[in-house]
T-cell receptor
Framework: QSVLTQPPSVSGAPGQRVSISCAGS?????????VHWYQQLPGTAPQLIIY???NRPSGVPDRFSASRSGTSASLAIIGLQAEDEAYYYC????????????FGSGTKLTVL | QVHLVQSGAEVKMPGASVKVSCKAS????????LYWVRQAPGQGLEWMGW????????DWAQNFHGRVTLTWDTSISTAYMELNRLTSDDAAVYYC????????????WGQGTLISVSS
């Protein structure tokens, strides 16, 4: 079971805005550890799309952005495109013993 | 450009062992932590362990204690993950991933290695 909880699925029509939540706790997101986001297209490895506060690796469009508040974080995608259909995972660090990297449960984004 | 290239898919019998390799290029292999992460069919991501070639240390998740061995060969920039006493629950895609410097995220991933466990 994942320490970070995400909704199993979200959907939106092309051009719309969607948001994916990532709920943590006081030992990870709430403790101030950064939340990072990955996109996983079918049959491929996860790819980093947001890191640290709200930074995007080269090549990731600015339609992707992230935010956080308290023990939760969220990924927002505006101007939804068909190519955005994928699984999305949040990832952070948990300081409780044993300290470790943690992943979210994953969210399937469907573009209608 | 950073590349992580993993060994090919394998089919193993229950109780057997499997060894997956991850060859790094495009950066100084010793200077970065390298993690192993697995993904069971239709499931999320689970970290298994890591290596720090420069410090010569490794660690692994409690779930794999006693079953996983992480090694590396700096001369060929290659890391290895060996998992013993395989069960059907170990059927998954196994990834290696580079941790970005001092930050706690993974900036490069291998293509994944599918391990099937079947009698």
């Amino acid at each position: 079971q994942s320490v970070l909880t995400q909704p199993p699925s979200v959907s939106g029509a092309p051009g719309q805005r969607v948001s994916i939540s990532c709920a943590g706790s006081s030992t990870n997101v709430g403790a101030g550890y950064d939340v990072h986001w990955y996109q996983q297209l079918p049959g491929t490895a996860p790819q980093l799309i947001i890191y640290d506060k709200n930074n995007r690796p080269s090549g990731v469009p600015d339609r992707f952005s992230a935010s956080r508040s308290g023990t939760s974080a969220s990924l927002a995608i505006i101007g939804l495109q068909a190519e955005d259909e994928a699984y999305y995972y949040c990832q952070s660090y948990d300081g409780s013993l044993p300290a470790r990297f943690i992943f979210g449960s994953g969210t399937k984004l469907t573009v209608l | 450009q950073v590349h992580l290239v993993q060994s090919g898919a394998e089919v193993k019998m229950p109780g057997a062992s499997v060894k997956v390799s991850c060859k790094a290029s495009g950066y100084s292999f010793s200077d970065y932590y390298l993690y192993w992460v697995r993904q069971a069919p239709g499931q999320g991501l689970e970290w298994m362990g890591w290596i720090n070639p420069k410090r010569g240390v490794t660690d692994w998740a409690q779930n794999f204690h006693g079953r996983v061995t992480l090694t590396w060969d700096t001369s060929i920039s290659t890391a290895y993950m060996e998992l013993n006493r395989l069960t059907s629950d170990d059927a998954a895609v196994y990834y290696c991933a580079r941790q970005n410097g001092g930050s706690a995220y993974f900036d490069s991933w291998g293509q994944g290695t599918l391990i099937s466990v079947s009698s």
